[in-house]
């Protein structure tokens, strides 16, 4: 029954609209970050770059750590698990971990 609900939502996302679709994809990862605090789950968060060769666009990820900085705030029960130690901005991802106690660093890719 899940899986139907959930392929009707997708097959809606055309209908919907990029924000619609914005909105939806908001609404489901606050819902799971909710339920993981709610059952004491941490949370891994893909923080690095990701594998390439002769490209590496890195305006896609230069601010990651700002979104993860209001994360880190709002959800303060959720342990969060910063994948790839956010490479290869990893300084701005050992200050998170310093300054908030629900920050932690994986660091495959260090």
């Keep these: 029954m899940l899986r139907k609900q959930f392929t009707t939502l997708i097959a809606a996302k055309p209908y919907i609209g990029p924000d619609g679709a914005q909105a ?29 060769k002769n490209n590496m666009p890195l305006s896609r990820i230069r601010d990651n750590a700002v979104d993860v900085c209001r994360l880190l705030e ?6 969060f698990v910063l994948m790839h130690v956010g490479y290869p901005y990893q300084d701005e991802y050992i ?3 310093k300054q908030y106690h629900n920050a932690y660093v994986d660091l495959c890719w260090a």
């Design 24 to 52: 939806l994809e908001d609404y489901l990862f606050h819902y799971c970050l909710r339920k993981a605090q709610d059952y004491g789950l941490p949370v891994k968060i893909h923080t690095g770059y990701y594998a390439a």
């Design 74 to 79: 709002d959800y303060p029960g959720v342990r």
């Design 95 to 97: 200050a998170l971990c």
